[in-house]
């Protein structure tokens, strides 16, 4: 560290301490990408959260993590995804597992207890990570002002319930036990619309309360007392100042992070810049990082500074966070809120700030959700580059070219619009409303109307419509549409043409799918915008919404919209003793060690001492001969140890992958020529998983398809083939296959 100056130094990482399940860890010397999820699985008894796909995406592996501030005594606790969350950033924080709210040796927990119950576990890989959200609901619920429940009960409701685990997959099970499970929990929930269950005999018996595992509120202790002396011990100390070089430095304001930006140390290649990287969860690092910026900890990033004018969000304020505050707010604000409440899900918005959306928006052509809303809602933004502070508007902001990796945004400023002739609606269309479904088309439009004193006809005075995700750089405003509406009374007529106009505006890049689709959604949202402010349409007469209040979204003229609707279903059963004990409520063995996380996977079992790894390098050509693999020069390619191919099978060995008696044998590798694009050319060996992964990605492959017949890629090309050789009997029957 020794280039550094001294403010950078006392920036650098320290050894990280957390608790796990109450206990103590200490992790020094680890590799600063290391995830959350890593730590637990590798170097803790930890195994309930597993890696499910490692993107933020499934939620296998979702934890609960707890923050003590010392200045409040206050202890805030949220449901996180483990795979995308690097260990440096936990430094004083509590995380709770599965396994930490009950197990065998301590008694389960009554939402390990309901899960096995409610039949809501198969396989039983997801279970752990719907505990965890869970059990994240609860502890959130019950820490609201709101009245005390029922004994019995949370103070989640149902609809609180239904959302609880929109993020997380399960493949097998099917999701009604599951949110049943949740909806045991909640307040307002008529027993009898739960499903089939073991704690009474559906149909026979009644629903009662009192059947179910008993819950009882804050039964976890989610941050334990040690932790807490520890913090506040360490406040009364000189901070620790470690000398050592393990690649995380966190920086506690703007002057120490532009310190760090202009030492010898800083390479933009090899540094990188986080908040909560759950933005690695959409676009994946595409090599390793030696070091880490940590910006979560500056005070300028974390402002919530609300006035008469509007509210200012620093750029690490959390979506959750942003959700919270947007919701106390008037119309404008609340819709926003709503908007936000449908990206992602709960455990990446808790984490994912404000500022990681926009800033991958403005650098990517990223589908925000959150960039479209808050550029109809006219936000500015403040950035810091390299030598000034600047005030931009959002608009400006996205169209300038990508920000270099030394600009930060500060915070961003959404201007009150009050309540009076003002409408704002936005609008999502994503493969579903809610749990991680990013959008084929999000919209958001702002009017300010006045109403024609003679007429009495509603009048746009001005409007801005933003639209995102449809195939586009950033998220753009259709300002050839809002020319042509500002000054109008809305009629058929000028619906009609504003439609025709916004054809022209949205427009698809090349590559992007289903264009028309998008196009089609884009003008529907406009359409159906428009004809609430309509005037003489053949609407009912209060689709006009009254000083703009919300007759918008998904609450058009005062109807729920499907988004917002709770998923309620009876299910009738016809139960008959013909086939006793079939038909007996009874609970599966061992769901709740599943639910526990203490079952034990494949994947859960401990690797031998020394044990390296592999990842497979695939071919990326079909049809072609393998000339040679190289690695380009990256940090992930310095951790390959070798590479194992055909030439490596012994003399007398077969390249064999499987082999099924009806279909034959596969080969291993591709070798010499790849039969299809996916085939495996060799195994990456390296030290851990994460570096066979890295490095397996940075291979070149040189192919060559001479003296090759191109490549069978259509069943049509397949039948002309066989054809051809005479073979026509090997052709399948179009309907039997
Ligand atoms: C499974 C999944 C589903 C998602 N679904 C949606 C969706 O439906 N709609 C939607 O809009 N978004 C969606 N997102 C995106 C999500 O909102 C972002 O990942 C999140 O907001 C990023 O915040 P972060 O703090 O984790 O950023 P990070 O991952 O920490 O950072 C992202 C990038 O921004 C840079 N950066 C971060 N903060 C700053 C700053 N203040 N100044 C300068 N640079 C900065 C980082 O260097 C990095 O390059 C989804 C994400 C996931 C993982
Ligand atoms: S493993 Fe899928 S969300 Fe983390
Ligand atoms: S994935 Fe949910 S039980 Fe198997």
């Known amino acids: 560290m020794g280039s550094l100056g001294k403010d950078a130094a006392a920036a650098a990482g320290e050894r990280v301490v957390l608790a796990v399940n109450g206990a103590r860890h200490e992790a020094a010397g680890v590799d600063p990408s290391m995830t959350l999820l890593e730590f637990l699985r590798t170097r803790t008894p930890v195994r309930g959260p597993k890696l499910g796909c490692g993107e933020g995406g499934c939620g296998a592996c979702v934890v609960l993590i707890s923050k003590y501030d010392p200045a409040t005594d206050v202890v805030t606790e949220f449901s996180a995804s483990s795979c995308l969350t690097l260990l440096g950033s936990l430094n004083h924080c509590s995380v709770t597992t599965s396994e930490g709210i009950g197990n065998t040796r301590g008694g389960y927990h009554p939402v390990q207890q309901r899960l096995a119950g409610f039949h809501a576990s198969q396989c039983g890989y997801c279970t752990p990570g719907m505990c965890m959200s869970i059990f994240s609901a609860l502890v959130k619920a019950d820490k609201t002002g709101d009245p005390a429940p029922t004994p019995g009960f949370s103070k989640l409701t149902c609809s609180e319930a239904e959302h609880a685990v929109s993020g997380n997959l399960c493949r097998c099970t099917g999701y009604r ?199 109809a809602a006219g936000s500015t933004v403040t950035i810091q580059t390299a030598s000034k502070m600047l005030s931009l508007t959002l608009e400006e902001f996205l169209e300038q070219p990508p920000c270099d990796a030394k600009t930060i945004l500060l915070s961003i400023f959404v201007p009150d619009w009050g309540s009076d002739n003002v409408i704002f609606e936005t609008s999502r269309a994503a493969p579903r409303p809610f749990g991680n479904a990013v959008s084929y088309v999000n919209s958001a439009f702002l009017a300010r109307t006045s109403g024609d004193a003679a007429s009495g006809e509603l009048i746009i005075e001005d409007i801005c419509l933003a639209f995102g995700a449809y195939g586009v750089d950033h998220a753009t405003r259709a300002r050839k549409v809002e020319e042509f509406l500002k000054g109008k009374s809305v009629s058929a007529a000028v619906i009609l043409e504003a439609v025709q106009l916004l054809k022209d505006v949205i427009s698809p890049s090349e590559g992007t799918t289903h264009p028309e689709y998008r196009v089609s959604l884009a003008v529907s949202f406009l359409f159906s915008f428009l004809s609430s402010l309509g005037n003489n349409l053949n609407e009912p007469a209060n689709a006009i919404a009254p000083n703009g209040s919300c007759a918008n979204g998904s609450e058009k003229h005062g109807t729920l919209g499907s988004d917002d609707l709770p998923v309620r279903s009876r299910q009738e059963l016809v139960f008959s003793d013909e086939y006793q004990p079939v038909g007996k409520p009874i609970t599966k063995a061992g769901a709740e060690l599943q639910a526990s996380g203490e079952a034990v996977y494949v994947d859960d079992i401990p690797a031998p001492k020394y044990c390296l790894y592999g990842a497979f390098i695939y071919s990326t050509q079909p049809h072609a001969h393998v000339k040679s693999v190289n690695f380009r020069s990256s940090l992930a390619s310095e951790k390959v140890i070798t590479v194992i191919s055909a030439k490596d099978i012994p003399v007398g060995g077969k390249n064999i992958g499987s082999g099924f008696r009806m279909l034959g044998e596969e080969a291993l590798f591709g070798d010499p020529v790849s039969e299809f694009a996916g085939q495996n050319i060799g195994i990456v060996i390296a030290e851990t998983q994460k570096y066979a992964y890295m490095a397996a990605k940075q291979a070149v492959i040189e192919y060559s398809t001479e003296k090759l017949e191109p490549p069978i890629l259509t069943i049509e090309d397949a039948i002309q083939l066989l054809l051809l050789h005479g073979d026509s009997d090997r052709i399948g029957h179009p309907r039997r296959g």
Not at 196 to 219: H, I, Q, R
Request: charged share 25%; aromatic share 10%; proline share 5%.
């Open 177 to 375: 036990p599951i949110v049943d499970t949740c909806k045991s929990f909640a307040a307002d929930v008529d027993l009898e619309d739960l499903g089939l269950n073991s704690f009474w005999k559906k149909g026979t018996d009644p629903a009662d309360v009192g059947k179910l595992p008993e819950y009882s509120s804050g039964a976890v202790c989610t941050f334990p007392e040690f932790l807490k002396s520890e913090i506040k011990g360490q406040m009364k100390d000189a901070p620790v100042v470690n000398a050592g070089e393990d690649g995380w430095y966190h920086p506690k304001s703007i002057e120490e992070l532009h310190t760090l930006f202009d030492s010898k140390w800083f390479d933009e290649n090899s540094v990188k810049i986080v908040a909560s990287n759950t933005g690695a969860g959409v676009y994946k690092d595409q090599d390793l990082y030696k070091k880490y910026i940590y910006i979560k900890g500056i005070p300028e990033l974390s402002v919530i500074d609300r006035s008469n004018k509007g509210v200012e969000i620093g750029a690490a304020v959390s979506i959750s966070k942003a959700i919270e505050i947007f919701s106390d707010g008037t119309p404008v604000f609340k819709k926003i809120a709503n908007h936000l409440s449908k990206v992602a899900s709960p455990f990446i918005r808790n984490m994912g700030t404000i500022g990681g959306n926009v800033i991958m928006a403005q650098r990517l052509p990223f589908a925000s959700d959150i960039v479209t809303v808050l550029l």
